[in-house]
């Protein structure tokens, strides 16, 4: 069954820490991406949210309305998601954001919940199909912890009210090993007790501990530090 909107409201009031307190990362990605930050413009990032999430927006702000898809690959996108739980949306983006009525994806990107093999909730990870465009995730060591508590704990009372969104992440993990065993590298995930791993390509999905120091390779995927 899919969370009540009431069960959203409880989510949001758990999902309020921002990445960082120091870093503006919007500053950081918008000079490469029109002055717009990235996950805020829908030609890069579409909010997609289940249709009683959308019911609690609405209930609160006038900020968000359905996504009008314009390219030949939004408009499959949208017609993909016809008859699920789950739709597009839009925003009246950046100048306009009210930072009580972010959608849990804006509060939650670029990570997601990872999952090991063995299925146990492990930290978060990246969307990668951002690398390059989203500063943060070339810049891991600056998310600060109450930002992860509050991801893992919100994401945790997300799965206990809607067991698919569990089985959805732990695909989507599953997805990440693929692709970057594909690559032959290794990816970085935050770990959800403090620190950081490596996960291992064609390994299995096997992890090693991360040095903050190490993680400074990822910044060669952004433009600027
Ligand atoms: S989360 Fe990433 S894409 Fe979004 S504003 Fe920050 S740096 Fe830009
Ligand atoms: S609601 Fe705010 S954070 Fe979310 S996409 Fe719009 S401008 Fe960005």
Redesign the pocket.
Same mark, same amino acid.
Request: with cysteine.
């Given at each position: 069954m899919s969370p009540t909107p009431k069960d959203y409201a409880e989510i949001y009031k758990r999902l309020q820490a921002p990445i960082s307190k120091v870093y503006d990362c919007g500053k950081k990605c918008s000079p490469f991406n029109g002055g717009q930050?990235v +996950?805020?413009t829908t030609s890069s990032?579409v909010?997609i949210v289940e249709h009683s999430e959308y019911r609690l927006l609405k209930s609160r702000t006038d900020?968000?309305s359905p996504f009008k898809p314009k390219t030949a690959s939004e408009r499959a996108a949208v017609a993909d998601l016809k008859g699920s739980a789950c739709r597009a949306i839009a925003?009246?983006?950046?100048g306009?954001?009210?930072?009580d009525?972010?959608?849990l994806? +804006?509060r939650s990107f670029p990570f997601f919940p990872y999952f090991d093999p063995a299925g146990a909730f492990v930290g978060l990870a990246t969307y990668w199909a951002f690398e390059g465009q989203c500063w943060v995730i070339s810049n891991l060591t600056i998310v600060e912890r109450p930002f992860v508590e509050e991801m893992i704990g919100g994401h945790e009372l997300l799965f206990a009210k809607d067991e698919d969104w569990r089985a959805t992440y732990i695909e989507q993990s599953a997805s990440m090993r693929r692709v970057y065993s594909r690559k032959g590298k290794r990816f970085a995930v935050i770990g959800r007790d403090g620190g950081y791993f490596w996960v291992l390509p064609k390994s299995g999905g096997k992890s090693i501990s991360a040095k903050k120091s190490e993680l400074h390779e990822l910044r060669a995927g952004f433009p600027n530090f």
């Open positions: 930050p +996950c805020c990032a909010p900020m968000w925003c009246k983006g950046a306009h954001c009210e930072r009525n972010r959608s994806a +804006c």
